[in-house]
């Protein structure tokens, strides 16, 4: 077997400021063959400004190579597998940048006129008409702009729900296996979180769920399949546990990945739910990037949609703001259109049969990486696997080697880490999600490297401490960085060592 050698420049590139030097320019102009004129005379003093203090001078080539090397600083899925749990790093089909590229789709402008718009409207439109087929719900909004932002609106519609009835309620129940996002999220919308356990097998405790869900919860928000990777076996029980008390069902569909052609939400109780269109449904992501969280609801909760809602008027597409009882928006204009483009690109490039292929070679990855892991990793929650394996450092652990080592350790193998110490339920905890984009070869790649670092963790645990070896910076001081991050540089400063 062929180790993949990742190979890169290996010089640590100084910052700009730290190359400069005066006079250097990037650009030659010919000489001024007119007679010059002081823009502060046309412009006013006050719109204009000279020299800008310890601005970068270089030359254009210095700029192209900063850039460059910089860019091949990062690890990209283009490179190879991402096994990020719970972030669904899949391959993103070029066909979706090809159609977001369009002319008249890239350049379409939020306040071009709505007769001027049909396209893009018709775009939404039948993604919102997509997303509420394969999840089982009755209307879409693909207002929000990010996951945590869709969590936020649903739990608004669910507030805004109760509201209506009467009583806001005070409690949203979430199971301790939950994204750190859910809790985030009921306390800004401001409720109070009540932790549910999961039983041994990493599912909710139904006893507990019972006896906890009073008339005084808004609603359970609940990942499923959840964060061990493990299906809720009991969904069907668990809504109905909800519903008896009038609670509703939230539910983070950051996992649909798992789901899209097999089962519905929808089908199984889920009164509302928010989509990773930037996972699930392909856009890249990561950095910080545009991403998209729309939200679908059951019809209950339609009325409450953020404004305005899209609605076929004779021929033609219109933006309806009638909508009194509307939390409002909850992001300027309609959604970040570029991801929505190209997630129903993706969508319509697979088509129903293709997207359940999808979904059932995300499971099957997920399995293979779990058998083929399990002699050499402890593998805690014996229930089988959906799209992705959550794993713990326990045996490495015995030689002192923990989950973050063994991630360090893979960047030496040419692999992005998986998902280090989440969920919190598992102790040292190794989440690995590999997505339907990877190919046995790839896989096997993988495996090989886990299963090498699992044999270098006994015979020479150092290796592994000390990792990475191949690359310009290799341990940081993650406190330090938490604790007093530098975000500027500063002409004169010390800048911090590469390895202190
Ligand atoms: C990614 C993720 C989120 C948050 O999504 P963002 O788009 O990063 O805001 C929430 N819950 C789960 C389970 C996730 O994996």
Sequence with gaps: MIRKVRSHITQNEPLLFETSSPGKIGYQLPELDVPAVDPAAVLGKENTRGEIEDFPEISEVEAIRHFTRLSTYNYAIDLGLYPLGSCTMKYNPRVNEAVARIDGLAWAHPYQPESLSQGALEIMATLEAALAEITGMDAVTLQPAAGAHGEFTGIQLVRALHQARGNARKKVLIPDSAHGTNPATARMAGYEVENIPSNERGMIDIEALDRLCTEDTAALMITNPNTVGVFEENITRIAEILHAKGAMVYMDGANMNALVG???????????????LHKTFSTPHGGGGPGSGAVAVKSHLEPFLPTPRLRRAENAWTWDYDRPSSIGK???????????????????AHGGAGLRNATMDALLNANYIRAKLEPHFEHPHRAPTMHECVFSDEIQARHGVRTGDIAKRLIDYGFHPYTVSFPLIVHGAMMIEPTETEGKRELDLFIDAMISIAAEAVENPELVLKAPHSTRTSRVDEVMAARKPIVRWKPGAEAPGAND
């Excluded at 199984?268 to 739910?273: I, N, R, S, T």
């Design 330 to 348: 909850v992001r300027a204009f309609y959604g970040n259109f570029g991801v929505l483009v190209r997630a129903l690109a993706y969508i319509m």
């Design 262 to 276: 097999i089962a519905r939400p929808g089908d199984f109780g889920v009164d509302v739910m928010h989509l990773n």
